[in-house]
């Protein structure tokens, strides 16, 4: 059963991420690995600047959790993980579709770059990893992350926005006009061009 998950769910969605999390150890750099990797507080910020959850249940408690949040004029895929002895059961997909059906503004994913399993999983689902130079776009416009993460990760959309011309546009144009205005973009202390990235980003 897949349904929204509530207060009382917090420790099940807490042990869920971590468990499911030991998978990307090796594939998450390691300056950006710790143990736990979603500390309890980290996970309140995130539930309390607009985080929510839908959760797969299965013979009465939580078998996978999927997070969603909506930002600007998107909603962010975040924290997907199955139970590691769950896995392999058409949980995640199952998420993923819920989240797909109910969604009313475009879904961006951002995974690590060497979780390859991860980014096939989303492709078989109709996403497509963008290129490096809209992956550095929509990291700056719609995440709070270090340089350091923008490096090491990858950004998915659904092969179906990729399509739209008025989409590839509005993100070419940004990129198009960071790059003219800024010596580059990650270094760039140019207040117009970290106001095109949205540098007033949620916390």
């Known amino acids: 059963m897949i349904r929204e998950c509530v207060d009382a769910d917090f420790e099940a969605i807490y042990e869920i991420i971590n468990d499911a999390a030991q998978a990307y150890r090796g594939i998450i750099p390691p300056d950006r690995w710790h143990e736990p990797y979603m500390p309890r ?15 797969y249940e299965q013979d009465g408690e939580l078998a996978g959790v999927m997070g969603t949040q909506d930002i600007q004029d998107v909603t962010l895929i975040r924290h997907a993980y199955v139970r590691t002895a769950l896995r392999s059961r058409g949980i995640g997909a199952a998420l993923l579709a819920g989240i797909m059906d109910a969604a009313t503004r475009p879904v961006l994913i951002g995974t690590w770059a060497d979780a390859v399993w991860a980014e096939r999983f989303y492709e078989r689902h109709g996403f497509k990893v963008v290129s490096p130079q809209q992956k550095e776009v929509l990291l700056r416009k719609y995440w709070t992350v ?3 993460q923008i490096e090491t990760s990858v950004v998915l959309a659904p092969l179906r926005m990729l399509t739209m011309t008025s989409w590839i546009s509005r993100t070419s144009e940004l990129w198009t006009f960071c790059s003219s205005h800024c010596a580059t973009v990650m270094e760039s202390s140019s207040p117009t061009c970290a106001e095109a990235h949205g540098a007033a980003q949620p916390r």
């Open 41 to 55: 507080e980290d996970l309140r910020e995130e539930i309390s600047a607009g985080g929510a959850f839908l959760g």
């Open 146 to 148: 270090p340089d350091r």
